[in-house]
């Protein structure tokens, strides 16, 4: 009998405490429960597999410039279209509310990615940035799906706060994270989604 089980079955060694302990570790402004969590191929799978669950052909995912090279092409392959939003070097980096509500308005999106700290500008917004992040995605019902590959990678007193964290952003954000970057575990491919359990149900069945 094989002693390998699926990354987010109930008999899996996902509910033994270590996983979700070394993650909590990463942002302890996070609680899930085992049903909540899936461990990944590295953080481009999570990636993929977290649009994947959430995609239906030709909708629209916002991606905020400067952004990692393979959120446009994540998104098309799991069957969407991507639209970037220009960058804003005169606010750091980080996007106002207002400009990201019209681009949601006019390609009526279904989600948007974000990346904080971000790759490549090392942005990181203010609690009060995430929450109106977050506050828009509840009024245009969009999914948040959030990076936080880098969340531990902070400098002069820069906090991470994850949407997940802020209230009413749990519901609808999914989390990737993972220990190539806070552990310096570059090669090893170790990272995990963080997300309601319908979402990590549908992940997981793509993943198997």
Wanted: proline share 8%.
């Amino acid at each position: 009998m094989s002693s390998r089980s699926a990354p987010a079955s109930p008999t899996s060694r996902r509910q033994s405490p270590l996983p979700w302990q070394a993650s909590r570790r990463l942002n302890r402004a996070l609680n899930y429960d085992s049903d909540e969590v899936m461990v990944c191929a590295g953080a481009k799978a999570a990636l993929h597999m977290a649009l994947a669950s959430i995609i239906e052909p030709g909708d629209r995912v916002l991606t905020m410039a400067p952004h990692w090279v393979s959120y446009p092409a994540l998104i098309t392959l799991a069957g969407g279209e991507p639209v970037v939003v220009p960058a804003n070097p005169a606010r750091n980096f980080v996007h106002e509310e207002a400009v990201l509500e019209a681009a949601v308005q006019e390609y009526n999106a279904k989600g948007i990615i974000v990346n904080f700290p971000n790759n490549p500008s090392g942005a990181v917004p203010s609690r009060n940035d995430v929450r109106a992040l977050v506050d828009l995605c509840i009024r245009r019902d969009m999914w948040i799906i959030s990076d936080e590959i880098y969340s531990t990678l902070l400098y002069d007193d820069a906090v991470h706060v994850s949407p997940a964290s802020v209230p009413g952003g749990k519901e609808r954000t999914i989390v990737v994270n993972g220990f190539t970057k806070s552990h310096t575990l570059t090669g090893w491919r170790t990272s995990f989604l963080a997300a309601p359990k319908d979402i990590i149900a549908t992940a997981s069945r793509l993943q198997s």
